[in-house]
């Protein structure tokens, strides 16, 4: 496939997910082998003490990994998310999370992934907030 | 710590969830070491094939077993997640999740819990969803 | 498959492997879809402060999970590990631990299961001591 | 501390533990914030198919990823293994295995980390064989 055409299809698939869309989470990068999403604060994705939900968190590794991995996939096929483990670094209110997937090894089979997630806050500063590993399955495309 | 004190301390946290209540999550149980929370099927909580999304999935996993672990830490305590890891068993659409979370260990600074996730149909066919493990830790409540 | 069957499936397979005939591991019991493993205490599986060492626990948590999967794999295949996480409840020494490994479910291609390790003190006394979730694929019997 | 109070503090630690020494594992590198350890083929850390076992594969990565995060514990602190989770990328056998361990990221009471494992094959070529993350937690030194 090509770069365009493996675009495409994260884009397509994106576009599809009603939580993403409501929550204002944006595609920001898509290569082979990886992709980045942001998520922006809202009350939409806090928890108690007002700090990005780790619930949102995983949200954002999970895809931005599984979409890391649908870059790598067989043509016609699509990843399911198989299982994954996420450490929460730092608790962060404000600005914008970015999560950066990368595949660590595309097997026939399975893909293994790894996620990092960053905290940017509205002054510009980084901080490390999540690290997520996670195991995607290749099922045929059921859409 | 009374049963109502218990349950009151979870509801006060659980209320100022902003993800939670913009999701139209529910808290269905809650008692020394065990918590049990529901989310209704909707377009906020989907992904590509219109199933329940894996981040939908985990927040309510990772609550639960928050909550459970809630119930058991010192007053004047909360409880942070440090991480957790889920198994997706099924993707299930309609109906509602319910997560069930239940305290393993609660040690002095670690609590170990595990979440089962089912889904309800809106025939009543229960079908289990997914599966967590999680460590928690106690902090001093900062709000 | 008959339960006899089933027990020398297991059986054939554990005496092959050379770490756990090397530590003096024992089969205790296999079930469908449960198995259960010893290992008493020796120099030859202790950390730096004399206590089981958390690689002994993990392997022998992988293999009761991964033992108990193969209860339930279609005949003429194996069962490999593609991944699990194991929390650490109590630190022990002396004795013998005991893991026992039960399927949570058994799909086609991935089984997941669920073990949980105890310490059972040269008192009998019974001790947490770890917990496991694991996933499974099933693969072509290679031997 | 310098950089010897460390590689020592990291040896001293190792040389106690009974199961390294008896499988054969040798510390490589010790620097702040990282470990390396390598762990030869035997009969000693074989599975039912003659391929490096998972038990050894993730003790490995454990003691890795531990002592890289040793590196960075106070003075008079140990550190305890919370949890891991590891995915396994390719079953291996003969040459060595090297398990590097890093630290992600050092709180004061929680201490994060990653290893990656190789196989180096008795021909020199290198395969990654499994990938880990891990949480630690500091503990007063206890003998």
């Given at each position: 496939m090509t770069d365009a055409a493996i675009r495409s299809r994260v884009e397509n698939s994106f576009a599809r997910q009603g939580m993403m869309q409501h929550l204002g989470a944006r595609l920001l990068r898509v290569e082979p082998g990886l992709c980045e999403i942001a998520l922006p604060y809202s009350?939409?994705?806090?928890?108690q003490q007002d700090g990005f939900h780790g619930g949102a968190i995983g949200a954002l590794a999970d895809i931005a990994g599984g979409y890391a991995g649908l870059t790598q996939a067989p043509d016609g096929m699509e990843v399911t998310t198989v299982e994954y483990k996420i450490n929460f670094l730092a608790a962060l209110r404000d600005g914008e999370l970015r999560a950066i997937g990368r595949v660590a090894k595309a097997g026939r089979r399975v893909i293994v992934t790894r996620a990092e997630v960053l905290h940017i806050g509205i002054n510009g500063k980084e901080t490390a907030c999540a690290l997520m590993q996670q195991t995607l399955m290749c099922v045929p495309k059921s859409y």
């Open positions: 009350c939409k994705v806090t928890q």
